[in-house]
């Protein structure tokens, strides 16, 4: 991640790790934008006085949500191009890895939840059109509207835009119907949520019998060394650079700091069975700097 060394490295497994768990544990507006079907999810959960993390600051819950949108506001237009600095563009195979590994049939009702900018939605896609052209429209739900018009100008660019519904919502609370979805995709999103077990509770109500919830993110790198230049890397390098690319220095600080409050490789896939999710399983990618999540609504 942090030098060539690693990029060709990057889809490898140092620690190929698994775990499989069997435990069970509004309205809607359309509107046109172009080509592009939009939805507006008038739905906000409802939040206590209790208290949840903004990267390393501790804030009440009621403001979180707040306080991650204005970062992704900041950031929606120089957010690909930032992934691509950070990364060294290794973002873009680990996201390929993810959607060959959901292996969408043609036929599939995909949700993609905190896509945005569109990325996992263009590649499921993609996916799905080489097999023929006669695909479903994939559903891209965030929370955040310029996130949104990103992805939405992407798919005009593309000449694809009839090919998704854009949709404003939120993760922890979905205005959508039970057992409609067979794949469930979040890439680098649910970290920001301020409860990640009502996203994963929500996740499984809208997956079909049979669908699969799938989650790109990152994790814990375990190898010593390289965590030490990763740490290093993360923090004093990546608000730089944010600052330097995107003129926004503590958007990007909060985007390392989410990353360390994250949970570990196993805790998540525990909480994913505590959903109720089974054959639940995690590969970690480039030393565990990101992983992917699976897990299957049987």
């Known amino acids: 991640f942090m030098c ?7 889809i490898a497994t140092q620690h190929s790790s698994r775990i499989i768990a069997t435990q069970r544990s509004s309205r809607i507006i359309a509107t046109r934008h172009s080509n592009c079907e939009i939805r507006t999810l008038h739905t906000t959960p409802c939040y206590h006085d209790n208290e949840t993390h903004f990267g390393y600051q501790t804030i009440p819950e009621s403001e979180k949500e707040g306080r991650v949108k204005e970062v992704f506001e900041r950031v929606a237009d120089s957010y690909d191009v930032m992934n691509d600095t950070m990364s060294l563009g290794v973002h ?6 993810f959607v060959k590994s959901a292996a969408p049939k043609p036929n599939y009702k995909c949700l993609d939840v905190a896509g945005g900018t569109g990325d996992i939605a263009f590649k499921l896609h993609k996916h799905m059109s080489n097999i023929t052209r006669d695909c479903e429209k994939i559903v891209v739900c965030d929370i955040n509207t310029e996130m949104l018009r990103v992805g939405q100008d992407r798919a005009e660019e593309m000449g694809t835009g009839d090919n998704y519904i854009w949709m404003e919502g939120n993760a922890e609370q979905l205005d ?9 995709t979040i890439a680098y999103g649910i970290r920001n949520c301020t409860h990640i077990d009502k996203v994963l509770e929500e996740a499984y109500r809208v997956l079909k019998p049979g669908g699969r919830f799938m989650c790109l993110e990152f994790s814990e790198v375990n190898n010593p060394v390289i965590s030490q230049v990763y740490d290093k890397y993360s923090h004093d390098v990546i608000p ?3 600052q330097v690319i995107a003129g926004d220095f503590e958007s990007y600080q909060y985007l390392v700091e989410s990353i360390r409050k994250f949970p570990n490789q196993e805790t998540f896939a525990e909480m994913i069975a505590a959903a109720g999710f089974e054959i639940v399983e995690y590969e970690n990618l480039t030393f565990g700097v990101t992983a992917i999540h699976s897990g299957y609504k049987l």
Request: charged share 25%; aromatic share 12%; hydrophobic share 45%.
């Open 176 to 184: 959508l119907p039970d057992n409609t979805f067979d794949l469930y």
């Open 4 to 10: 060539s060394a690693l990029v060709s490295r990057i």
């Open 92 to 97: 873009r195979l680990w996201k390929d890895h």
């Open 240 to 242: 730089v650079l944010g």
